[in-house]
């Protein structure tokens, strides 16, 4: 009954690895995003993507990159993971695009890069 | 540039006493204001949100917060906290000119039995 889900919680991994964090909302909304929330809990906004408009924050590295198979689901993929990446990151959704429609956010994913 | 500050990093207050959590905002056009909360090891709830209208602004979980716009501020209250209040809050500045939201670093409330 999870609206947003997240796996994995947990994610330990070593420099310049490639990896994925998968998201998936039941809720049949349009629109869904990630965010990074660093160690001093300042929480940004990475990607948002519906199904016609991937907008993507200018400050995100290349290395980062969204991939939806479907309007239920928004992986995050990660090549060449540097310590820097160590962060919490969370998956949301909403029904419309913009602040204006509330977000619905998963529990997050610990990322830890040694 | 936009940001939103919260000036306290850290809160603890009793349970049953009175709360008022902080929040600064430096935007030029008309806020829209939010307070989510987020829960150990969950993500954020939504708690209340401000885009026009009538400045006190009700909530879920008996919170509510006031716009002040000569103040710049959108501080979230609660008359009464309950044990089940400990977590971390975070307000945020939706930003009208590219439909982004920006938070503040949050502040973490501790409440003692």
């Known amino acids: 009954d999870t609206a947003v889900s997240q796996t994995p919680k947990y994610l330990v991994t070593q420099m310049g690895n490639d990896k994925s964090i998968k998201c998936e909302q039941n809720l049949g909304h349009d629109t869904m995003y990630w965010y990074k929330q660093d160690s001093k809990k300042f929480l940004k906004i990475m990607f948002s993507?519906?199904?016609?408009?991937?907008?993507i924050n200018e400050t995100v590295p290349n290395r980062f990159s969204p991939k939806s198979p479907d309007k239920a689901h928004l992986n995050l993929h990660i090549n060449s993971l540097e310590l820097g990446d160590s962060a919490v990151y969370f998956c949301?959704?909403?029904?419309?695009?913009?602040?204006?429609?509330?977000?619905?956010f998963g529990p997050g994913t610990r990322l830890t890069v040694t | 540039a936009q940001s939103v500050t919260q000036p306290d990093i850290h809160i603890t207050v009793s349970e049953g006493a009175s709360l008022e959590l902080r929040c600064n905002y430096s935007y030029g056009a008309t806020p829209y204001l939010f307070w989510y909360v987020q829960s150990p090891g969950q993500g954020l709830q939504l708690l209340l949100k401000y885009f026009s209208g009538d400045t006190l602004v009700q909530g879920i979980k008996g919170f509510e917060a006031e716009f002040k716009r000569s103040q710049s501020s959108f501080n979230l209250r609660k008359p009464s906290v309950h044990w089940s209040d400990a977590a971390e809050y975070f307000c945020?500045?939706?930003?009208?000119?590219?439909?982004?939201?920006?938070f503040g670093a949050g502040t973490r409330l501790t409440v003692k039995p």
């Open positions: 945020a500045v939706g930003l009208y000119n590219n439909n982004d939201m920006r």
């Open positions: 949301a959704s909403s029904l419309e695009t913009g602040f204006f429609s509330e977000q619905y």
């Open positions: 993507y519906n199904n016609k408009e991937l907008i």
